[in-house]
T-cell receptor
């Protein structure tokens, strides 16, 4: 099973709202990622968690707050977003180390399409 | 920093024909991983094929195969017997270690015509 799930599929929020995106995987992966993708552009890395600890923050504004409550779950808390934050937010996961053939491979969820009004 | 270049913004192919997408990358490392991901209109990123730099043999997955030229830092994707379902944006990606940042190219839009 190489499935990563994301909820909600679509989200519309105002600039004063607080909302959260959720990502879940049950592949036993210990690294999880948040990406932001604008239309017709490649994904841009935002955050990386490894063993539930934040290991990479690509200088993302503080209005985006990641959280990794356990090894299967990754949240992205949103507050006071701007219209330019409207994008597809992709979650991915991968194994860390080990002998499995695909330890280097990131598997993506279907994404959440976020619109900020 | 590593860079990945996809020089073809769009490629058109007829059903049942073959199309080749180009990808070049810049790195000073000897061990790394290369990937092709497909993103159809649904925008789900789907892994197409992966290649480990230390392996000389080119990876193959059904109708998809790569031509990996390590010295030339080239990693092209060949789609054989193209199908309508192959229409998508294809991203080439580079990763230097077993986890961490994927560096994506700008993408190539593949259009499949009947």
């Amino acid at each position: 099973d190489t499935e990563v799930t994301q909820t909600p599929k679509h989200l519309v929020m105002g600039m004063t709202n607080k909302k959260s995106l959720k990502c879940e995987q049950h592949m036993g992966h210990r690294a999880m990622y948040w990406y932001k993708q604008k239309a017709k552009k490649p994904p841009e890395l935002m955050f990386v968690y490894s063993y539930e600890k934040l290991s990479i923050n690509e200088s993302v504004p503080s209005r985006f707050s990641p959280e990794c409550p356990n090894s299967s779950l990754l949240n992205l808390h949103l507050h006071a977003l701007q219209p330019e934050d409207s994008a597809l937010y992709l979650c991915a996961s991968s194994q860390v180390g080990g002998l499995a053939e695909d330890t280097d491979t990131q598997y993506f969820g279907p994404g959440t399409r976020l619109t900020v009004l | 920093a590593q860079t990945v270049t996809q020089s073809q913004p769009e490629m058109s192919v007829q059903e049942a024909e073959t199309v080749t997408l180009s990808c070049t990358y810049d790195t000073s490392e000897s061990d790394y991983y290369l990937f092709w991901y497909k993103q159809p209109p649904s925008r789900q990123m789907i892994l197409v094929i992966r290649q480990e730099a230390y392996k000389q043999q080119n990876a193959t997955e059904n109708r998809f195969s790569v031509n990996f030229q390590k010295a030339a830092k080239s990693f092209s994707l060949k789609i054989s017997d193209s199908q309508l379902g192959d229409a998508a944006m294809y991203f080439c990606a580079y990763r230097s270690d077993s986890w961490g940042k994927l560096q994506f190219g700008a993408g190539t839009q593949v259009v499949v015509t009947p």
